[in-house]
């Protein structure tokens, strides 16, 4: 098993070696050559004519095939031949064919002209520069239909459609590189190849027309049965028997009826599928793209070539032209992975091409330099060598390393990315462990997802799946699973090195969660010294000062005491019931109103909650200072406190039948205080006046619950 962009990296290099062999084949076609040069033969109607390029063109009337006479039927320089009738002209096609191309081999062909020229045709050999335009965009357009397809399939699942899919690239550049070939010959092409290069395009397009079929029933629902797909190979079998094997008349009935045929039976299935998704808008929008993807690729070529010749009404249009516009149909299905997750692919997809296309400007750069360097005159010669060598050649192995050295971290560099990440995550979600982003740091994985574990997985450790495609790591809270695949962004497989790692990243989670206890720990321990020693000195003083000190001081005292009180019990971070806390609140309220001869009216109504520490000390400041203004500001004759629970939070209303006099800075900054105390909790405080009383109202969130 090898990791995901080796994979990646051995596909293209198979599509890279079938794109050579292409060439390859094309290059070994001859041109013909007349004494004055070469020459280039081409339909024109009903003749044929001869061009020699220096502005000499003459209509061919016949060949001299040694002792054979030959007539030029215009035919020979046809584009397709399975435009023509029948099987019957298409054989007799590839017989001449075969006969010029002996000839030409052999020194004894001959071009008779329509004004008596009797002029020798010789081979000569075709170069790069030879070979059209159009060999090069059917070429190319079919080796990058195959990598799209590739970079689906090789990342996929190992699905039906996926599968189909894949066979859809496979097939359009068989068919696209044989017509590549064939149609753009210099009209002598060996009649053996010619009758192999056209079943070959036959094969790729019925094979186009079948996969689309199947994939069409499989996405994004699977077919209503797994025979579906195996009726359309099959009806691709049954096509190709009949079309070789010359089992019909002619190739609309031997092949193009089939290849439309199944391809409609194939957007049926669109329709199917419409049907099964409706309900679901996602998969629904995805279908609409896919559909909208692929008859934008396919209707221009079944209007322009496959209805043409089936009707045998109209001239068809030039097929090489037609062929590109199938690159529209996975030109929309790599945008369809951004916009709607085709495939299950996620963006990172588009980083794969990133990767790619990075790699191919660099060799492309190389070849550029290289051709440039080649023209260089003797003087300019030097100073190329040097800016090659001190400026590009640095820059290019920078790009080239970034793109694909493999750099194996160390324990200093993993830990050095895992420790910020862990910590980082446990101080922003103090719900996380931490544990998954360090694993993005560590790993770089194409995608990360979090799972439930089942019986089987929990409590193991981590584990390698897939060949090391997947690595699977137990969350420390023992419910969950992390799911890493595609170690690096895709440039290796997980190894049992990772599995270590991956131990060494739960062991860092379990020696921080050790650290935070210990520093709890001990800041506790020193809490609960101050907190022993202010309750022996200070409480002890208090207390002093209450028995002996003078009657109007012993209010003041007895609040100091209360406040003391209050201190510690916040210091010692016990929690505190919200029923017992709101009965110390009453008790409280109801000895203050008591003092000053204020009505209390209480109200409360309290789910079972516990309140930390803090909580408690911040609500209890906060009803004191508001209990505090209404008896000492607004000179209060009535006071009406309410708790009650609202949204998950905890409400306190206190509204009293006086207001206090304006001005008065000591109330402005204990209502501030409070705002600021309720902020805090994650709460507001609002105040303010409603006719002759005031209202203040507290809401603070709840969020520790009793068992």
Not at 39 to 59: I, P, S
Not at 399 to 427: I, K, N
Request: aromatic letters at 8%; glycine letters at 10%; hydrophobic letters at 50%.
């Amino acid at each position: 098993m090898f990791s995901l962009r080796a994979r990646i990296i051995a596909g293209l290099l198979a599509v890279a070696a079938y794109g050579l062999l292409a060439l390859g084949v094309a290059l070994s076609l001859p041109q013909g050559a007349l004494p004055q040069g070469s020459v280039t033969f081409q339909q024109d109607g009903e003749r044929l004519l001869a061009d020699d390029g220096r502005g000499g063109v003459f209509t061919v009337v016949a060949f001299e095939v040694g002792d054979e006479r030959l007539p030029a039927d215009p035919l020979l320089a046809v584009e397709e031949p399975d435009v023509l009738p029948d099987y019957a002209a298409m054989e007799a096609l590839f017989q001449n064919h075969q006969r010029l191309y002996r000839a030409l081999r052999d020194g004894r062909l001959v071009a008779l002209g329509d004004g008596g020229q009797r002029l020798p045709v010789t081979p000569l050999e075709r170069g790069l520069t030879d070979l059209p335009g159009l060999f090069w965009l059917q070429l190319l357009c079919g080796l990058a239909g195959m990598v799209i397809c590739l970079l689906v399939w090789i990342p996929g699942q190992r699905e039906v459609a996926i599968h189909a899919f894949a066979l859809t690239g496979l097939s359009y550049v068989l068919f696209s590189s044989a017509a590549a070939i064939y149609s753009t010959r210099a009209l002598f092409i060996p009649g053996d190849l010619f009758a192999l290069l056209s079943g070959l395009n036959h094969v790729g397009a019925l094979l186009f027309s079948a996969s689309l079929g199947a994939f069409l029933w499989n996405y994004p629902r699977r077919a209503p049965s797994a025979r579906v797909a195996g009726a359309f190979y099959g009806a691709f079998l049954v096509a190709i028997v009949i079309d070789q094997g010359r089992l019909t008349a002619s190739p609309v009935t031997g092949f193009h009826l089939w290849v439309m045929g199944i391809f409609l039976i194939g957007l049926a299935g669109a329709g199917w599928q419409g049907w099964r998704t409706r309900g679901r808008p996602l998969e629904r929008a995805a279908l609409r793209w896919v559909v909208i993807s692929i008859v934008a690729g396919t209707a221009f070529f079944a209007g322009g070539m496959i209805l043409p010749a089936i009707k045998q009404s109209a001239q068809a249009s030039s097929q090489g032209l037609l062929f590109t516009t199938f690159l529209l149909m996975y030109a929309g299905m790599a945008l369809g992975v951004v916009r709607y997750r085709l495939f299950d692919l996620e963006r990172w997809w588009f980083s794969l091409w990133s990767w790619l296309l990075g790699g191919i400007v660099v060799m492309l750069t190389d070849l550029v330099l290289a051709s440039l360097l080649s023209l260089s005159g003797p003087a300019t010669l030097s100073l190329s060598l040097a800016l090659v060598g001190w400026c590009y050649f640095p820059l290019r192995q920078y790009v080239w390393g970034r793109l694909f050295a493999r750099r194996e971290p160390g324990l200093d560099a993993w830990l050095a990315r895992a420790l910020p990440a862990m910590l980082r995550a446990r101080h922003e979600r103090l719900d996380d462990s931490g544990v998954q982003d360090a694993l993005r740091a560590v790993f770089r994985p194409l995608s990360l997802e979090q799972t439930v574990a089942d019986a089987a997985v929990s409590g193991r450790l981590c584990v390698l799946e897939d060949n090391g495609a997947t690595l699977r790591v137990p969350d420390p809270a023992g419910d969950r699973v992390h799911v890493l695949r595609h170690s690096h962004e895709g440039a290796r497989l997980f190894t049992r090195q990772d599995v270590d790692i991956a131990g060494l990243v739960l062991s860092l989670h379990e020696l921080v969660n050790q650290s935070q206890t210990a520093r709890a720990e001990g800041a506790s321990e020193e809490r609960n010294r101050i907190r022993q020693d202010i309750h022996d000195d200070l409480g002890a003083k208090l207390l002093h000062l209450l028995h002996a000190g003078a009657e109007e001081y012993r209010p003041l005292v007895r609040d100091a005491i209360r406040d003391l009180r209050d201190l510690l019990q916040n210091m010692e971070g016990r929690s505190v019931r919200l029923d017992a806390a709101a009965a110390q609140w009453r008790e409280e309220t109801g000895r203050r109103c008591e003092d000053h001869g204020v009505e209390l009216h209480w109200h409360q109504v309290l789910p079972a909650v516990t309140l930390d520490a803090d909580q408690y000390s911040e609500l209890t400041r906060i009803v004191r200072e508001a209990v505090s203004n209404a008896l000492r500001h607004a000179r209060a004759s009535a006071l009406e406190v309410s708790l009650t629970s609202e949204q998950g939070g905890l409400v306190i209303v206190i509204v009293n039948d006086g207001l206090a006099e304006g001005g008065d800075g000591a109330v402005g900054r204990g209502l501030m205080i409070m705002a600021n105390r309720a902020r805090k909790l994650g709460g507001e405080c609002q105040y303010g006046s409603e006719g002759d009383r005031w209202r203040v109202r507290l809401h603070a969130p709840l969020v520790r619950y009793s068992a």
